[in-house]
């Protein structure tokens, strides 16, 4: 009988044995698509602006220095009536909560979005544009606001500007735009019956047609031939959310890229040395 048994068990032990081990497949790891959001590189400049007081404190230095420029502007003679040309958004009303909710919905700017923004005419004042601009006027000073938003936004803009207290804001000085982006046309009409003496803007293009539709080298050759003009003339508020610094300049003017196109090319534009 107990060698019964030890055969049972010699025989159980030889197909064990014999027995095919599986070796655990390696676990493969899924590659999951990782897609770029589409305003991920804005947070950073958005936050900025809307949280750092050195933000801040650049628009009261602007404003502050266009004031004692406009004192010694105001002293000289002139053969017109004298006027103020500014630009409105990020440089007398601040529309990043628009570019926030295009972070948050991680959907990039469309003209309906941005219609339905303007329409709210909640746009806060840039610091230090208020006090600048209600200045200005208390001196005798043509205003005119002139900015590309579409033409149609008119009735909101003159709100949205009143509601916060700017002055001098009616159909006859808030000049948007019709049929071209450029701003040229509109500062020539200015000019046919007033002098304009200062101007403010957050793009290069607020104060001069040469720098319509230029390449980020132009634009830098032309800001340091015209350098004198700038804190005298010319009077610059910080963007680093969104201008022609961006689309015209890091993506030489070109709207089709793709979102990682355009991470590629940002990178390639950054200096390291």
């Not at 030890?6 to 590659?31: E, G, H, M």
């Not at 200045?135 to 909101?156: D, M, W």
């Not at 350098?227 to 959310?241: A, D, E």
Request: charged share 25%.
């Amino acid at each position: 009988m107990k060698f019964k048994y030890f055969l049972i068990i010699v025989l159980f032990v030889f197909i064990s044995s014999c027995r095919t081990v599986s070796t655990p497949a390696t676990p493969t790891v899924s590659k999951v698509k990782q897609e770029i959001p589409q305003r991920e590189h804005t947070i950073q400049a958005l936050l900025w602006q809307q949280n750092a007081a050195e933000y801040k404190a650049l628009c009261y230095q602007t404003y502050n220095i266009a004031k004692l420029s406009l004192d010694e502007l105001l002293k000289k003679e002139y053969n017109k009536p004298i006027a103020i040309v500014t630009d409105i958004d990020e440089t007398v009303l601040d529309n990043s909560p628009y570019n926030a909710r295009m972070v948050k919905s991680d959907q990039g700017y469309t003209r309906e979005t941005w219609i339905a923004w303007g329409k709210e005419a909640k746009a806060k004042p840039i610091p230090g544009a208020l006090t600048f601009f209600k200045y200005a006027a208390s001196k005798g000073v043509t205003i005119y606001y002139l900015s590309n938003r579409y033409h149609i936004q008119q009735p909101e803009t003159i709100e949205n500007l009143k509601k916060v207290g700017f002055p001098k804001v009616d159909k006859a000085h808030v000049l948007l735009r019709a049929t071209t982006s450029a701003k040229k046309p509109r500062r020539d009409l200015i000019e046919k019956t007033h002098q304009i003496i200062m101007l403010f803007g957050d793009n290069l293009s607020d104060f001069s047609e040469e720098f319509d539709k230029q390449p980020t080298a132009k634009r830098n050759a032309l800001v340091n031939e015209m350098q004198q003009s700038f804190g005298k003339k010319f009077f610059v508020l910080p963007n680093p959310m969104y201008g022609d610094w961006e689309s015209k300049g890091i993506y030489e003017g070109s709207y089709n890229w793709s979102t990682k196109q355009k991470d590629s090319i940002r990178r390639t534009k950054l200096r390291a040395n």
